[in-house]
């Protein structure tokens, strides 16, 4: 069971730190699903790391970073059956792999390629959304949607600290909260919104704090505990199975990587608080608790690291062996019954090209 430090605000956590605080441990997780959590804490990881070193050499466009986010990712996706569905925001781009989707695809996504496109019904992963906010009523609409049609199905939408502060966050907290859909409001409260620290986005004491307008349980997770975040969206699930309608859990850390490829954090982030984040971040939390429960050897993190590596390699070759997408592509969705003067421009822009 999770352990409440009122201290830290009521942060729920599980893992301990090796020394004064000691372990707990989670109901019903075994081995192999220990081991499963792992594997997928180190695909994300790797997957970022690799993202972001295929930015720099100019194979993916800009990219919004997740490092140190992976806990709050994994953790919660794990406590979701496969007919749950998922709705992400660009910092999880990569939560499809969790649901058996290839890396080229998301990193055709990066590159721009419309063999980034999925088709949500596949993964039960929605699009990628940009802008901010915008999908928690399309979360929150599906859940509530999915009740209606009498299906057993849980929605989460994944959005930011800063995401509180939109419309359309209110706009589905409000929805959800009244319909009692089975839905999850997933906030990874990492303290920035680009440059914007979460001070500014409200003036209550947490962001759980404003579930009680909304009519819903508010829960403060550790987001760096892979461990405590599971078992928090476990409950919410649970919860929402149940009819008793949504839960927003706020996920905390602290940003420990640059807003994206395109920021550069120095001018306004702690950078003290920064190195103290990364020392103690979410990956190596996990492994050491793994290691304290005799669960995992150095060998076998050392296997599951070069899987995801392989992983990685085979996702980047296939993603730049894609042929270049045809020109067309820019006009043929915008319009039912494309305008005539279309098809000009489509012949002007095909000369200029070559
Ligand atoms: C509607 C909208 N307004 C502004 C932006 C520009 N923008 C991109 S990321 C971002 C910050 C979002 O911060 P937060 O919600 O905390 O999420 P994080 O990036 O920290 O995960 C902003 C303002 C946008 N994408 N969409
Ligand atoms: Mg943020």
């Known amino acids: ?20 605080l000691p372990d707990g441990e989670v109901e019903g997780l075994g081995r192999d699903q220990l081991l499963a ?18 930015h720099r050499q100019g194979r993916i466009g800009t990219y919004a970073i997740f490092w140190n986010h992976e806990a709050m990712q994994a953790g919660s996706v794990s406590a979701l059956e496969e007919r749950d569905w998922i709705f992400p925001s660009y910092r999880e781009s990569a939560i499809g792999l969790l649901r058996g989707m290839p890396a080229s695809t998301v990193l055709s996504w990066w590159r721009g390629h419309p063999a ?22 399309h979360a929150v609409g ?7 049609k009498g299906e057993d199905r849980v929605a989460i939408a994944y959005f930011g600290d800063g995401a509180t502060s939109e419309g359309a966050f209110h706009e589905g907290a409000t929805f959800a909260g009244v319909m009692k859909a089975p839905a999850i409001l997933f906030c990874n409260n990492n303290q920035w919104a680009i440059s914007t620290p979460v001070s500014a986005q409200t003036a209550a004491p947490t962001l759980a704090d404003k579930a009680i307008g909304y009519g819903m ?7 760096g505990d892979v461990l405590a975040v599971y078992e928090a969206t476990r409950e919410a699930v649970e919860r929402a199975r149940a009819g008793e309608g949504p839960t927003l859990i706020e996920a905390v850390s602290y940003r420990a990587a640059p807003h994206a490829t395109a920021d550069d954090p120095s001018i306004y982030i702690d950078e003290e608080r920064v190195q103290e984040e990364r020392e103690n971040e979410c990956v190596g939390r996990y492994e050491r608790y793994l290691e304290r429960a005799g669960v995992l050897s150095a060998a076998e ?48 822009l095909r000369r200029i090209l070559g």
């Open 116 to 137: 980034g496109w999925w088709n949500p019904q596949d993964y039960g992963v929605a699009s990628i959304c940009v802008p901010i906010a915008t999908h928690v009523p």
């Open 37 to 54: 959590l792992y594997r997928n804490l180190v695909l994300l990881r790797t997957y970022d790391e690799r993202s972001v070193i295929y």
């Open 217 to 223: 349980p508010g829960v403060r997770v550790d987001g």
């Open 301 to 348: 993190a050392e296997e599951i690291r070069i899987d995801a590596l392989a992983v990685m390699r085979e996702g980047i070759a296939s993603a730049e062996a894609e042929p270049p997408a045809d020109v067309s592509l820019v006009f043929d969705h915008a319009y039912a019954n494309p305008p005539p003067p279309l098809a000009t421009d489509l012949d002007e």
């Open 1 to 20: 069971m999770s352990r409440v430090l009122p201290a830290e605000g009521g942060l729920r956590r599980v893992i301990g730190d090796g020394d004064a």
């Open 142 to 148: 599906f859940a509530w949607g999915a009740r209606l």
